[in-house]
């Protein structure tokens, strides 16, 4: 496992067992809402996680869309499909969804 996706699972890990272990019912119930969200029904767990996907870029969460790719690649998703959950993420939210080189801020721009 690369040593980036290591660093995301740790504090992501660590992350959850600070917020569930305040015991609140209502996040408790939201967290088992999106788990039962992405379980197998009318559409299968690897669509749901690439609508997860496309959603995550839309919105532009960095964490939403590492932990969606992560899923994603776990669930078989090919590079082929990536390709296109990129192009419908590029035509729902514009080329604002277009990852830039690290270092370069998005400004907004379509360009």
Known sequence: MPALVKEF????????????GKNNLVIKR???LDT??????ALDKKTKEM?????SMVLRCDDC???HLEK????????EQMYEIF????????????P?????????RNY
């Open 87 to 98: 192009a419908v993420a590029n035509i729902v939210g514009g080329t604002i969804v277009i």
């Open 30 to 32: 939201l967290w088992n």
């Open 9 to 20: 699972n740790d504090y992501r890990t660590r992350m959850n067992e600070v917020i569930l």
């Open 36 to 41: 039962n969200t992405y379980e197998n029904g």
């Open 65 to 67: 869309i590492k932990y």
């Open 72 to 79: 994603s690649h776990e669930l078989g998703v090919t590079t």
């Open 100 to 108: 830039l080189p690290a270092g370069r801020r998005n400004t907004g």
């Open 51 to 55: 609508l997860g996907l496309v959603a």
